[in-house]
């Protein structure tokens, strides 16, 4: 099992920035994938950003240039650093973290309690 702690999130204006923060603990494995997905009002859940444990990054088309998400691989914790907001990122961000196999067979799947973002017009 992987325990996922969100922190950080809140409310901001329109083109503010913040930044939220994921620390993953348990049965941490070394090939993994730790990133963000949000799920705004009446939306489905939708990828923001991953990070792999060999640093590959994948961002969704509407964060890119201006969220950038990173890790601390000694702290397994994960950050996502918006900036430029606006009100369509509105939503409550989840924290996920995938655990694969050597043969990067999906093993693992976890998700935090989310943490809300509100950006206000």
């Known amino acids: 099992q992987v325990q996922l702690v969100e922190s950080g999130g809140g409310l901001v204006q329109a083109g503010g920035s913040l930044r939220v923060s994921c620390a993953a603990s348990?049965?941490?494995?070394?090939?993994?994938?730790m990133g963000w997905y949000r799920q705004g009002p009446g939306k489905q859940r939708e990828l923001v950003a991953t990070?792999?444990?060999?640093?590959?990054?994948n961002y969704a088309d509407s964060v890119k240039g201006r969220f950038t998400i990173s890790r601390d691989r000694a702290k397994n914790t994960v950050y996502l650093q918006m900036d430029s907001l606006n009100p369509d990122d509105t939503g409550v961000y989840y924290c996920?973290?995938?655990?694969?196999?050597?043969?990067?067979?999906?093993?693992?799947?976890?998700w935090g309690q989310g943490t809300q973002v509100t950006v206000s017009s």
């Open positions: 996920n973290y995938k655990s694969f196999t050597p043969f990067m067979k999906l093993f693992g799947d976890y």
């Open positions: 990070i792999t444990s060999s640093g590959r990054v």
């Open positions: 348990g049965s941490i494995v070394s090939i993994n994938e």
